[in-house]
Nanobody
């Protein structure tokens, strides 16, 4: 059974940092491009970052560029999202998702991703 599990969410003050983790079971993440998405109730799910496994390229939405860093540790079957300089507008539920490689992360589309985790809540508030 293919499963992705996110962890690392929580409550953080504005300006703080969190590192989200995405672990895979039943699949080797090095066979997949991994995307991070987030969703606020009542709004569409937003693609914010992606890491390819085929060429090592990454993608960041403008809303997180310069603050978030995606990284992969394929030996541990994990993908991480380091979130720095967090803002209140980063409050959302964060999901990781997988799509088979090769995949061009620059064309990040939600519908391209077939395997999803359950998400982890990130709340940025003082």
């Amino acid at each position: 059974q293919v499963q992705l599990v996110e962890s690392g969410g929580g409550l953080v003050q504005p300006g703080g940092s969190l590192r989200l983790s995405c672990g895979g079971s039943g699949l080797s993440l090095d066979d997949y491009a991994i995307g991070w998405f987030r969703q606020v109730p009542g709004k569409e799910r937003e693609g914010i970052s992606c890491a390819s496994s085929s060429d090592g390229s990454t993608y960041y939405a403008n809303s997180v560029k310069g603050r978030f860093i995606i990284s992969r540790d394929d030996r541990k079957n994990m993908v991480y999202l380091q979130m720095n300089s967090l803002k209140s507008e980063d409050t959302a539920r964060y999901y990781c998702a997988a799509t088979p490689t090769p995949y061009w992360c620059g064309g990040l589309e939600i519908l391209d991703f077939g395997s999803w985790g359950q998400g982890t809540q990130v709340t940025v508030s003082s």
